[in-house]
């Protein structure tokens, strides 16, 4: 198990309390900057390992960083704290974008992520709450992770905690049935403490979600199963910050967050073949520069 950077630890809990204290403006520029360097550590990251999900991990990047950056009450000092918020990444594959936030937030040090993906590393290709600090449950089979967020919301709530679970979703991982499962048996506790993200790029692996098994009209959808709909740009951060507010009317949250797979590179942007593709050398350079713009 890694252990907590506790210097790193310490500035993140400082930009927390400052952040707390800002205004809208200085939270949106200051969560973008920290975006960016998410990106360009993550395909540092991902070239250096010699595979990852690059397009999946840019597209959901903004999402992760505005939940810890600004929404998520937790400590990386105490990571298994009783009444910390919950964060469920069901997309597992996008584990690489989760380590490069939970490094930043000081949950384990950056210089492991020099091992991702190598033998024995504990930053495997998805994540493992054995061996990485900040992770809440073991995901990657599609469709698992989300009716795990479910139960732990039901726990809260059955325990009267006030605490808030989140969960983000592929929107390919949504021709799983067991999210349907899960998404009908929250509607029907009135889970108001869950909110579901999805990260809606409108590609999975090898093609677009509506050639593959239409999701559309997926807002109705989640509204027949008991949920109150929140549609953002998964790229805003200002729109994010809202979105992720409590819910309002004793229902769980469902947030759908549009998105562009591989965003911030022009030609990762949008094309299915980066779901799972590492970029040359020449690629590499190209991207950070664009990232860096």
């Known amino acids: 198990m ?118 024995l590393s504990p930053l495997n290709g998805h994540p493992n709450r054995t061996k990485v600090p900040g992770v809440e449950t073991n995901t990657g089979p599609l469709g698992h992770g989300f009716p795990v967020a479910v139960g732990t919301a039901l726990a809260a709530k059955l325990s009267g905690s006030a605490r808030r679970t989140f969960v983000v979703l592929g ?31 409108m590609l999975q692996q090898g093609a677009r979600t509506e050639e593959t098994k239409r999701l559309e009209p997926l807002a109705d959808k989640w509204v027949s199963f008991g949920w109150e709909v929140r549609e953002c740009d998964g790229h805003d951060h200002r729109r994010l910050l809202a979105a992720f507010a409590p819910a309002t009317g004793g229902r ?24 799972h593709k590492v970029p040359s050398a020449e690629q590499a350079t190209a991207a950070f520069e664009e990232l860096t713009r």
């Not at 630890?9 to 973008?32: F, I, K, N, P």
């Open 171 to 201: 929107d390919g991982e949504l021709q799983e049935g067991s999210n349907w499962e899960a998404a009908m048996t929250a509607g029907h506790h009135g889970l108001s403490a869950l909110t579901a993200v999805v990260d809606r790029n």
């Open 2 to 119: 890694l252990t907590t950077d506790g210097a790193q630890a310490e500035r993140y809990l400082r930009l927390r309390r400052r952040l707390a204290g800002s205004d809208a403006d200085d939270v949106a520029a200051t969560l973008a900057d920290l975006a960016r360097k998410v990106r360009e550590t993550d395909l540092a990251m991902i070239r250096r390992a010699g595979l990852g999900h690059i397009g999946s991990d840019f597209s959901v990047t903004d999402i992760l960083v505005t939940l810890y950056g600004a929404v998520l009450s937790i400590d990386p000092r105490d990571p298994m704290a009783a009444d910390r918020d919950r964060f469920i990444l069901s997309k597992g594959h996008t584990a690489g974008a989760l380590y490069v936030v939970l490094a930043q937030c000081g949950f384990f040090p950056e210089s492991a992520l020099e091992t991702f993906a190598g033998p």
């Open 252 to 275: 769980p949250v469902c947030v759908i967050a549009h998105t562009t797979k591989g965003k911030g590179v022009s030609f990762m942007e949008d094309r299915v073949e980066w779901h």
